[in-house]
């Protein structure tokens, strides 16, 4: 059930940074900090606020996918991803987005 919520906030998110122009940026920030959030409920295991790469890893059976998005999100590289961390990332996918439109 947790995986299948996971992939439905992956779905959501990769729908919205196709659709939108400049403008959806507030939108999409406000978004990804609800997204992080919904992913911090579903496995967040110690409850600190930020997730480990034990607990990134735990979210996908595919473990080249989990490598990918952790390695996305922890941009600091200090073993944890926060939830600026997160919607930065988003917010520079979505740009990248954007501009290929």
């Known amino acids: 059930m947790k995986q299948s919520?996971?992939?439905?906030l992956i779905i959501l998110l990769l729908s919205f940074l196709l659709l939108g122009p400049n403008s959806f940026?507030?939108?999409?920030k406000k978004y990804a900090k609800k997204a992080y959030k919904d992913l911090l409920k579903a496995a967040d295991k110690n409850?600190?606020?930020?997730?480990?790469k034990a607990e990134t890893y735990?979210?996908?059976?595919d473990?080249?996918?989990?490598e990918n998005n952790y390695k996305s999100w922890d941009?600091?590289?200090d073993g944890y991803i926060t939830e600026e961390e997160y919607v930065n990332t988003v917010m520079k996918?979505?740009?990248r987005s954007n501009k290929t439109k």
């Open 25 to 28: 940026s507030q939108d999409m």
């Open 63 to 66: 473990k080249n996918v989990a």
């Open 58 to 61: 735990a979210m996908w059976k």
């Open 5 to 8: 919520k996971l992939v439905l």
């Open 75 to 77: 941009t600091n590289k």
């Open 47 to 52: 409850h600190d606020g930020k997730l480990s």
């Open 93 to 95: 996918i979505t740009k």
